[in-house]
């Protein structure tokens, strides 16, 4: 078994290094590809350096599964490419995630959809794994008519720049940056680029990608995305409409007996999640959990997970994990 990492300097790709590691995920070779920057530098893995390759010579390697953290650009014009030796690509961009012929997969949630044929398989974006990782069980127990979202999310969703930017200012140095305002003591109610509707990108895969993944396009999505000061993780207010009532204390017991989710709900000792005590772990935490008294059959919560863990890393090794349960690579 041979695995490569397409990304493996950045911020997504070194948290794979780790979580291949921490689980101990079964493979003979490992190669780390990044840009021609990096090619040459070594990067330590189980404590053996491993140096840098690039893109073009990884293919001739033609690992079996290939997990790509690149960005869209580079996932674009060489996914195909490894495809085409036989590799199965795990990406983590954008790219493919809303093609028509490419499943967009949350182990937890859809994995069985997988075949052989998935030679290209899509990571969701970070903010949608979270919060669907909470929705999919109330969705099948109660039918979800509509969701209202607002994220506060952390820099290091936007990538190595980003957290530097941060650091920087609060360290009142000088640098590059990574968004078009200060950062520090700020909140930027922009993620992603705007389309044409007012909508950032970002907002817009928590609406797309949502409906993908609970395979139900009759779900109403309307989402807020904010940039602010912290690095450990993505937290999201969740407002959810019902079709049928529901019992406040029957959807903590659900929640809590979801895989990969971590009810933390106890507002007499102030228990709620933070991004502070989600960071470096692979759970999505949800606490708040309250009936919305405004209006019948609908619940608020919040929902908070490392985005580099179960928002990217965690999920793509997951998915590679999965392929190789079930003999699919
Ligand atoms: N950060 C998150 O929470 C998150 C969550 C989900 C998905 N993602 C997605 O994951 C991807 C990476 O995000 P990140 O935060 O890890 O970004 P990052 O820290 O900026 O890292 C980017 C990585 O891509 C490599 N790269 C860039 N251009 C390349 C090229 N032409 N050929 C080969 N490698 C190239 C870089 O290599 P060099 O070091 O050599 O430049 C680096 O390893 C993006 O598509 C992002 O949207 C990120």
Known sequence: MKIAIVGATGLVGSVML???????????????????????????????PIKVIGIPEAIEQKPNIALFSAGGSTSIEWAPKFAEVGTTVIDNSSAWRMDLDKKLVVPEINANQLSK??????????????????????????????????????????????????ENEIAGKKGEMAYPYPIAKNAIPHCDVFEETGYTKEEMKLVRETQKILDDKTIAVTATAVRIPTAGGHSESVNIEFENDFDVTDVRKLLSETDGVIVQDNIDVNTYPMPMYANGKDDVFVGRIRR??????????????????????????????????????
């Open 18 to 48: 780790k979580v291949l590691e921490e689980r101990n995920f079964p493979m003979d070779e490992l190669l780390l590809v990044a840009s021609p920057r990096s090619v040459g530098k070594e990067i330590p893995f189980k404590n053996k």
């Open 117 to 166: 044929e998935d030679k290209i398989i899509a990571n969701p974006n970070c903010s949608t794994i979270q919060m669907v990782m909470a929705l999919a069980p109330l969705h099948k127990k109660y039918k979800m008519k509509r969701v209202v979202v607002s994220t506060y999310q952390s820099v290091s969703g936007t990538g190595v720049k980003a957290v530097e930017q941060l």
């Open 292 to 329: 919305d008294m405004s209006q019948p059959n609908s619940l608020n919560m919040w929902i908070v997970s490392d985005n580099l863990r179960k928002g990217a890393a965690t999920n793509t090794v997951q998915i590679a994990e999965y392929l190789l349960a079930n003999n699919l690579v």
